[in-house]
């Protein structure tokens, strides 16, 4: 194709544009009414677009707001509880570690679990009262050693409830711990005070009993007799009888002696 025939179609093309009819002003109307309403459409889907973004960002931030406040609440606890392990009856965090070791025991499922906190707690205990081994502290020496035995009681609860396979292992294990625990109260009356004696013979026999499976003494009881110098018959107050003669031969001494007399 040439140049002269190239012109000639641009020429009859711009002659068709020409003579194309006029728009209608309906349809120009109306295309106008549908390209507004698609913009508001698109701005409405960039405005919650938006928001939503904004919200999961929120969320996200609230979210993690709240983790981190989870967490060192949890390690706040943590250290509060370390503290409290310590704690001897007197201090502040005492009665916290107390309940500590009651949530420890209701969420223990089995019986050697439950055997194995007990005697950490007495252990504890026992602790405290070798802390406390002074005139000063000797009321909360007393309290130690009377959460001591409460231990000891339940520890033999959990054993009496245990089945019949296991208890023969539990109880070595309570027998092994209290025969340990009873030296170490030995010790601590050599060097407590005088008043703090009571409560320490207390401990000291329930740590026997426990260790001995709570029976106690071993030998047999005694049936207390009379004393040794009353016969068995005799009733106080009451003269001893002098056995007199057998019935039927006279009594020499109630007879006089008579004295041959003159002839």
Do not use: C
């Amino acid at each position: 194709m040439n140049e002269q025939e190239r012109l000639d179609r641009a020429k009859n093309a711009l002659e068709r544009l020409s003579s194309a009819p006029a728009p209608d002003p309906l349809r120009e109307a109306s295309a106008r009414r549908r390209f507004l309403e698609q913009a508001a459409r698109l701005r409405t889907g960039v405005r919650a677009a938006r928001q939503t973004n904004r919200g999961r960002l929120t969320i996200w931030l609230r979210g993690g707001i709240a983790i981190s406040l989870i967490v060192l609440a949890l390690g706040a606890m943590t250290g509060v509880a370390s503290a409290a392990d310590y704690a001897v009856p007197g201090d502040l965090l005492y009665p916290l570690d107390l309940s500590i070791e009651e949530l420890r025991l209701s969420l223990a499922r089995h019986p050697e679990d439950l055997v194995a906190l007990l005697l950490a707690f007495a252990d504890e205990r026992l602790q405290e009262v070798e802390q406390l081994n002074s005139p000063e502290t000797e009321q909360q020496m007393e309290i130690a050693l009377e959460a001591y035995e409460q231990t000891l009681i339940d520890l033999a609860l959990v054993l009496d409830s245990a089945e019949e396979t296991d208890q023969q292992a539990l109880t070595e294990m309570r027998a092994q711990a209290l025969s340990v625990h009873e030296q170490r109260l030995l010790v601590v009356r050599q060097e407590a005070p005088e008043q703090a004696w009571p409560g320490l013979d207390r401990a000291i026999e329930a740590s026997q009993k426990g260790r001995d499976g709570g029976r106690g003494n071993n030998d047999p009881e005694k049936t207390p007799g009379p004393p040794e110098d009353k016969p068995g018959n005799s009733s106080p107050g009451q003269p001893e009888k002098t056995p007199g003669p057998p019935e039927g031969v006279p009594n020499e001494s109630s007879h006089k002696t008579k004295t041959p007399g003159k002839p």
